[in-house]
């Protein structure tokens, strides 16, 4: 569907651009028109510039639905596929990795890492995180001004957390940030973003290179010996998943903290409730992933066969945007849809905030135990903890990003 110029669909008169751009006046809301899709044009033709065009699906069982059937190709070489606004997702280093493949590749790549992150397996972390999280607690506690809690706190853990697992030098932090700063910029240009791909293989080789000269018993020593010297995987699809964890184990994490204490400090009448224990972190850390759905851009698939979801039929080699960030906020199945309404629910709400069916997140269960060791902490450490700004009359957000987050978050402790 992506190769012709779009022809308004006649039932449904929604033809726009697709634009994340929330409210100006509503940041962390999801853009107003998603509402009137959901409500009148669930799945909808959307242009993605240069005539290029795509459905895209906003209603909760929709995306579901899309998300679970492998009908639905997740390889940007399939006739159809949206890769326009992706810039990068083409390049064959991107294309062969395993976020970017269909079974049964994709499952044998998944497998490759997927034992790593089980919740047996992350429980085991359990300590090193709390310790982690402690640490940069009593760093904090030693501060005398306001803080920002996105660089000092939210930043630090998830990738003190992901070096440590991977056995990789945190001093080498500032690199891989500036490289998942450039390859998560939906607007830059193919070239750089091409160039960004092949600099952080390069630096996933690197650290390739240290560990089969010098293994240890942490997570890429692990993957080394038993996937790629066992021949499962090659060098490159091994650069391909070093670069998947290191973007996905800190990026949208760091993301999750900053907005989950951001909006518990301006909701203090829910925060009461989790010190009341009246509700409990698991729920609220379930109700926060929801409403935020960091995760904004995507995913995007291209059918492979003419597939019916719901009352539309998406024919062979049509384009869809399965928007988890709407399919989240859907008024159909959730009571409360904007940010300013957030309340935590007695019992744990479903959502699709990690995706869904055999591309659903490989490192959800470390960014759950994360969010759960450094939110209680944090706010049994600083009850007293406030906002510089309680009014919040400017808030510095990263826009045009893959993974949405708070630019700083200014406290007084």
């Known amino acids: 569907m992506e190769d012709r110029t779009a022809e308004?669909?006649?039932?449904?008169?929604?033809?726009?651009?697709?634009?994340?751009?929330p409210a100006p006046e509503r940041p962390l809301d999801d853009p107003p028109y998603f509402r009137d899709l959901r409500a009148g044009c669930p799945v909808s033709e959307v242009g993605l510039g240069g005539g290029k065009t795509s459905w895209l699906a906003t209603k909760y069982d929709d995306v579901k639905a899309i998300l679970s059937d492998n009908r639905f190709s997740a390889n940007p070489h399939t006739p159809?596929?949206?890769?326009?606004?992706?810039?990068?997702?083409?390049?064959?280093?991107?294309?062969?990795?395993?976020?970017?493949?269909?079974?049964?590749?994709?499952?044998?790549?998944?497998?490759?890492?997927?034992?790593?992150?089980?919740?047996?397996?992350?429980?085991?972390?359990?300590?090193?995180?709390?310790?982690?999280?402690?640490?940069?607690?009593?760093?904090?506690?030693?501060?005398?001004?306001?803080?920002?809690l996105v660089s000092q706190f939210a930043l630090a853990i998830p990738t003190t957390v992901i070096t440590r697992m991977l056995g990789i030098p945190i001093e080498d932090a500032p690199r891989f940030f500036d490289l998942t700063e450039r390859q998560t910029t939906l607007s830059l240009p193919q070239e750089e973003m091409y160039r960004t791909v092949e600099e952080f293989r390069a630096l996933g080789l690197e650290y390739a290179a240290l560990k089969e000269a010098d293994p240890a018993d942490d997570l890429l020593s692990h993957m080394i010996c038993e996937q790629y010297e066992a021949g499962g995987i090659t060098r490159d699809q091994l650069a391909a998943l070093i670069t998947i964890l290191i973007i996905g184990g800190h990026d949208t994490t760091a993301g999750m903290i900053g907005l989950s204490i951001f909006t518990l400090l301006r909701r203090p009448d829910q925060l009461a409730l989790l010190r009341s224990g009246e509700r409990t972190w698991e729920v609220a850390i379930e109700e926060l992933l929801r409403v935020h759905s960091v995760a904004r851009m995507g995913p995007r698939r291209a059918a492979t066969e003419d597939i019916t979801i719901g009352e539309h039929t998406f024919r062979k080699g049509e384009g869809v945007v399965a928007s988890i960030w709407s399919a989240n906020?859907?008024?159909?199945?959730?009571?409360?849809?904007?940010?300013?309404?957030?309340?935590?629910?007695?019992?744990?709400?479903?959502?699709?905030?990690?995706?869904?069916?055999?591309?659903?997140?490989?490192?959800?269960?470390?960014?759950?135990?994360?969010?759960?060791?450094?939110?209680?902490?944090?706010?049994?450490?600083?009850?007293e903890m406030r906002l510089v700004d309680p009014e919040v009359t400017h808030l510095a957000y990263r826009d045009d990003r893959a993974f949405f987050s708070l630019k700083e978050l200014n406290v007084t402790l």
């Open 8 to 21: 308004p669909v006649s039932e449904c008169p929604h033809l726009r651009e697709l634009s994340l751009d």
């Open 80 to 148: 159809g596929f949206p890769v326009r606004g992706l810039p990068g997702s083409d390049h064959p280093l991107v294309a062969d990795s395993m976020i970017r493949q269909d079974p049964p590749l994709h499952t044998t790549l998944r497998r490759c890492v997927v034992k790593y992150f089980t919740p047996r397996a992350v429980e085991n972390y359990r300590p090193q995180v709390e310790e982690i999280v402690d640490t940069h607690l009593d760093a904090l506690a030693g501060e005398t001004g306001p803080v920002d």
């Open 329 to 383: 906020h859907d008024e159909s199945k959730y009571e409360r849809t904007t940010w300013e309404d957030f309340e935590i629910p007695v019992e744990r709400p479903q959502h699709l905030a990690f995706s869904f069916g055999p591309h659903q997140c490989v490192g959800q269960n470390l960014a759950r135990m994360e969010l759960r060791v450094a939110l209680p902490r944090i706010f049994a450490r600083f009850p």
